[in-house]
């Protein structure tokens, strides 16, 4: 082949490139020279993908399931890396906020789209079954959903209600101590917690706390704030983050909600969950009432929270 002029004027960026490290070009074109050709299924690392379902029963439907909730998981990882561009940026504008929160709200709008595979995507009777094998694990232990909580906003919004104004000011530690979901895996009558609780967080307390840290000043209502103050037109921003409260707050709750409806609903008696909440009154937007950006709505929005003008606001242009 020719070296043309172009070829040449690469060579000789590539020289300076490696030059400016003290590096030797013709080492390193040995190197692309023995190189494998790169393949989708290496660069991907597909068989380590596919590899990933070792399910606890024969019963087909399971690996349905594991998989779906791998996928979720990967759909929350691909929040998480969005927030931390957002956080980490180091001249954030209302531009750049809006069009990563707007990615995010893709994400999560694929996700309750396609909770279905798991509402009616498995025999209940096969359900009922192989999940008696995975007790006491629980999607409640899913480390990296509250790590989106704790991004998306000031992190006294998740201290649960009843404690909120007392521990306004208190440390981080202290209102750890009362997170919302802690009250929602404990034995009313006892106090105790469940085993659940207790396994999530052994494993996951430090990595929490560290991250609210990080975050006191970089969540996204923190952001929200500064960048209003700053000036800067918001407006877009406030209508993505309303749809992420309502996406991560109501439809997300609403639409895995559905499914244990489908599954766990047995008259008279509910068929207990495994992580041992009391599912009926836990899991519901309504009783609940998460909301990350309370300043984005009306207090008739706030008092009406999780009922039915959400999916009416959703219907609406503005919010599709
Ligand atoms: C048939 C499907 C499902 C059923 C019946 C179900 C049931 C439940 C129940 C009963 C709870 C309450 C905690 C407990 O006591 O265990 C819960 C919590 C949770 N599940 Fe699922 N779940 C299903 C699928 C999923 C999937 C696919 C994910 C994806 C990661 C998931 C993630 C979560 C999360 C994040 C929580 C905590 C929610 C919160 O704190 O508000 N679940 N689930």
Redesign the pocket.
Known sequence: MELTPEIKDKLDKLQEKYAAMGQDMSAYLDGLLYADFLTYWDYIHLDTLLSLQSPKTPFPDEEI?IM??Q???LY?KLTLHECAQIAQHQNLTAKFFTERVKRINAYFSA?VSS?E???NG?ERDQ?LKF?MSLLPA?????G???MIEICATDFIRLVDKSKRDELQSASIEAQFEHI??KF??TELASGKQ?L?LKQFINKYADQFLKLVKDRQYTNFSALYHKLEEEGQDVTQLATELRKLDLHVNVEW?LS?YK??V???ERDPIDI????????QK??PPRF?K?IFYPFLWTEEQIAEWGKGWVMEALNKSNFT
Not at 272 to 279: E, L, P, S
């Open positions: 399931f779906y909730h996928i979720t998981e929350f996700l909770f595979v798991m509402v498995m359900f999940r629980s999607g409640f232990q899913s990296q959903y509250r919302y979901w929602g895996a469940t659940t709750p895995h499914s244990a489908r599954y766990l207990a969950a495994t992580g041992g909440t009391n599912w836990y899991l609940q998460r």
